[in-house]
């Protein structure tokens, strides 16, 4: 449905998996959109197909510095962070830099436009967590001088900006706080089990397990988390919400969905536990259901059969 008002939204790391995603739907909800992104990790294969869409604005940008766009601005969507453990591994001061001073200067835009800020923050701010399910009011268990700590307390402190911004400077603000995302768009090699898992099983190759598999982990498909994302924004929701799938799975039931649904004949191969990952990961959604009417409807048997064949085109393409 196409809005009345005609809202111009800025997307930062609109060129990556979820930002790309984002840039879809406002674009559906009639959305000018604003997409920035230094292609660092977000790639211009994601966002081609709306090169010829008159209300679509791509600029290469680093968030990290200064940031002025001419006219009015409604809605700011900061998206832009390396996001798998390969990336913030290889960039860690990036990632740092794009969670303080990226979101930093984001903020600095929705002041001076007035206009709504919504972070892109993650469950990863529960760090190893103590308590399970997760919900908001939790605060996490993190190491943050680790090597998952640029990530984590970027993130954080990310949070903790967004919020003294709403509170001395009235910025209207949103968090979302994401949790395991899964679709066509994910990055072959990104370190993340999804793309990791498919690519494997669909060359029947042994799926690499760390540990011994019984740590878990809750998938949502992309397109019910920008729709939660986008209910979010349209709230008055200033506190922190969680977005994802309450179906939780260990990785050694993921891996023998995985394999079934690619019809391979791959096996799990373990390897050792990478440091401060995670035992367990499940989203309370009770805040989303009440405030958003929000939860997820596509069951992950059919969410993995859509990013199946988004992976199967890219071997066909020597991608892969």
Not at 129 to 135: I, N, S, Y
Not at 228 to 251: F, H, K, Q, T
Not at 266 to 273: A, F, I, T
């Amino acid at each position: 449905m196409m809005t009345d008002k005609k809202i111009t939204s800025v997307v930062t790391g609109g060129a990556g998996f979820l930002g790309s995603h984002l840039c879809d739907l406002l674009l559906a909800k009639g959305h000018h959109v604003i997409c920035l992104d230094n292609l660092l990790t977000g790639n211009v294969a994601n966002i081609e197909h709306l090169a010829s869409n008159d209300r679509f604005q791509f600029i290469k940008h680093d968030v990290t510095e200064y940031l002025y766009l001419p006219g009015e601005v409604d809605r700011i969507f900061h998206f832009a962070s390396p996001a798998s453990p390969i990336d913030y591994l290889e960039y860690p001061i990036q990632t740092l830099k794009v969670g303080a001073l990226g979101t930093h200067k984001a903020l600095g835009l929705a002041r001076a436009k007035k206009a709504r800020f919504l972070l892109a923050s993650t469950s990863e701010v529960y760090g190893d967590p103590l308590v399970h399910p997760q919900p908001e009011s939790y605060w996490g268990n993190v190491n943050p001088i680790g090597p998952r700590g640029v990530y984590d307390e970027a993130k954080r402190f990310a949070e903790a900006m967004t919020m003294a911004y709403h509170r001395y400077h009235g910025v209207e603000t949103r968090v979302v706080r994401i949790f395991n995302t899964y679709g066509p768009r994910m990055r072959p090699h990104d370190g993340r089990v999804v793309p990791a898992f498919i690519s494997q099983a669909l060359k029947n190759e042994p799926l690499t397990v760390f540990g011994d598999g019984t740590q878990t982990r809750s998938f949502c498909f992309v397109a019910d988390l920008i729709a939660g994302i986008y209910a979010l924004s349209e709230s008055d929701c200033s506190e922190p919400v969680n977005i994802g799938n309450p179906r939780e799975m260990n990785m050694l039931e993921f891996a023998d969905t995985v394999i079934e649904l690619c019809n391979s004949s791959s096996v799990v191969e373990n390897h050792p536990l990478p440091e401060d990952d995670p035992k367990v990961r499940q989203p309370d959604i009770s805040r989303a259901r009440k405030i958003l009417k929000w939860e997820p409807k596509v069951p992950v048997e059919e969410g993995l059969g859509h990013t199946i064949e988004y992976f199967r085109k890219l071997i066909e393409r020597g991608i892969v």
